[in-house]
C-alpha cells in the first residue's frame, strides 16, 4: 500500500502563489507515477497534472498550463504542485494520487490511480 499526504493548502487572493506537497510513504517513489486532481463543490473530480516516474513526462490540463508546474523529489518521497497566478476557479480540494502501472494517454483518468490522499483544501478569494 501507498499512504499519501497533502500539505501546503490555505487562503491566497486572487494572482497569488501556493506550493501544495504530496508526502508518499510505503512502496519506493521512484517506481510511482503521480497526479494532482481538484474538486470544487457541486463538481466532479478534475484532472490537474501528471508526472511520470521517472519525471521526465508531465501533462497539464489546459486550463492551468502556464500557471502550475508539477515537479517530484524521488530523495525526498515528495510530489509538489507549484501555482502561481491563481484564479477564483482554481479555488477547491486538491488531492494527490499514486499509479504504478504504466499509463500514458490515460493519466488524466481517476480509475487509473491506485492510492489517494485526503486532500488539502486551496480557496482564492477575489
Known amino acids: 500500500q501507498v499512504q499519501l499526504e497533502e500539505s501546503g493548502g490555505g487562503l491566497v487572493q486572487a494572482g497569488g502563489s501556493l506550493r501544495l506537497s504530496c508526502a508518499a510513504s510505503g512502496r519506493p517513489f521512484s517506481t510511482l507515477s503521480m497526479g494532482w486532481f481538484r474538486q470544487a463543490p457541486g463538481k466532479e473530480r478534475e484532472f490537474v497534472a501528471h508526472?511520470?516516474?521517472?519525471?521526465?513526462?508531465?501533462y497539464y490540463v489546459d486550463s492551468v498550463k502556464g500557471r502550475f508546474t508539477i515537479s517530484k523529489d524521488n530523495a525526498k518521497n515528495t510530489v509538489y504542485l507549484q501555482m502561481n497566478s491563481l484564479k477564483p476557479d482554481d479555488a477547491a480540494v486538491y488531492y494527490c494520487?499514486?499509479?504504478?502501472?504504466?499509463?500514458?494517454?490515460?493519466?488524466?483518468?481517476?480509475?487509473?490511480?491506485?492510492?489517494w490522499g485526503q486532500g488539502t483544501r486551496v480557496t482564492v478569494s477575489s
Open positions: 508526472i511520470d516516474w521517472s519525471g521526465g513526462r508531465r
Open positions: 494520487a499514486s499509479t504504478a502501472k504504466l499509463i500514458s494517454k490515460t493519466y488524466y483518468s481517476p480509475t487509473n490511480y491506485d492510492y
